[in-house]
Every structure is written in structure tokens, then in C-alpha cells.
């Protein structure tokens, strides 16, 4: 079949396309717009628990080894972060809370965190590993490894985070 463009039936078929293009492409701009509109909502935090070693100048303020529990609010809504949680244990899955002292370095919770402001929490290492040395039992190499970190926020979900690697090598060098 070929189109002779000089004829009606030519020009009524290449017209015919322009409908479902237009169809097509208020399809895609309220896809688009809903997309950037949820996006923008939702709340997005950055967890993380490290350890760190410190560097004491002066007056020994912080242990010289820490847990490092970082909050970032890296979304565009505010997040009023209302506790920190560990999930523990390979058989009966435990919530743990964290605890954060008023050591005038930690922030206190529960905190209300606007766009791009952090929360830092710092424990003395030795007593939080004395402490989650019985919820790492009876396999610790592989429950160290499974560890979990939460943020649980005011409204909405609880948010999970990162445990780095350093941090879980700690964590098994300790249990030996």
C-alpha cells in the first residue's frame, strides 16, 4: 500500500495520529507530576552507626572509642525523629531502643529535624557492647553481621539504616 499525498484518506490517517499522541502525553505529564509531588513529601533520613575512634586534646571529654549514630534529614519535609532502635537476634526478632546520655556532644531525642540538619549520638563503646553482648546470643559472627538500625519517626514509617562494616569487624572482635 502506498500514500499518495495528495489525497483525502493520506491526510486523515497521518491526522490520526495526533490524538493519541496528545493522549499519550497528558498520560505522561500527570504520571510526571505525581511522581515529583509524592517525592517531595516523603520522608527521607539517612541512618548510619559507626565506630570511631577519638582524638582527646585537652580535657578527655569522650571515651577514646565510640558508637557514632548519625541522622540526616535529606528529604524536603521535616521529620521529628522520636527514638533510635536496634533490631537484634536471628530467631525471635528483638526491637532494641537506644539509649543516649546528656553528655552536651549527643543531641537529645526526640528531635525535630528540618531539611538537611543532623542528629549525632555518641555512647561509649565498651558499655554498649557489654550490653548488646546478650542480645547477640547464641550465634554472635552471624547476628553481628544481621544487625539492624532504625530510626522510628513521629508520623509515618520507621525509617532503617546502615550499619557500617567497621563497626560490625568491632563488634565481632569483641564478643571474642
Not at 10 to 37: D, E, K, M, Q, Y
Not at 89 to 109: I, V
Not at 131 to 136: I, T, V, Y
Not at 140 to 164: F, M
Request: some cysteine; charged content about 20%.
Amino acid at each position: 500500500m502506498t500514500l499518495d499525498p495528495n489525497t483525502v484518506e493520506t491526510w486523515n490517517f497521518v491526522n490520526s495520529f495526533a490524538p493519541r499522541l496528545a493522549a499519550l502525553g497528558s498520560i505522561a505529564a500527570v504520571v510526571t507530576s505525581l511522581f515529583l509531588a509524592f517525592r517531595q513529601t516523603a520522608m527521607r533520613l539517612h541512618v548510619t552507626a559507626a565506630h570511631r575512634l577519638t582524638v582527646r586534646t585537652g580535657l578527655p571529654l569522650l571515651p577514646p572509642e565510640v558508637l557514632h549514630i548519625d541522622v540526616v534529614n535529606v528529604g524536603f519535609r521535616d521529620v521529628e525523629v522520636t527514638a533510635i532502635e536496634w533490631k537484634a537476634s536471628l530467631f525471635r526478632r528483638q526491637c532494641l531502643l537506644q539509649t543516649t546520655c546528656n553528655d552536651g556532644f549527643s543531641s537529645r531525642l526526640p528531635i525535630r529535624l528540618l531539611h538537611g540538619q543532623r542528629a549525632q549520638y555518641y555512647l561509649p563503646f565498651d558499655s554498649w557492647i557489654a550490653h548488646m553482648r546478650d542480645h547477640l546470643r547464641p550465634f554472635p559472627h552471624l547476628q553481628a553481621r544481621l544487625l539492624g538500625l532504625q530510626a522510628r519517626t513521629s508520623v509515618g514509617p520507621t525509617i532503617g539504616g546502615h550499619v557500617e562494616k567497621q563497626l560490625r569487624r568491632e563488634i565481632i572482635k569483641s564478643i571474642r
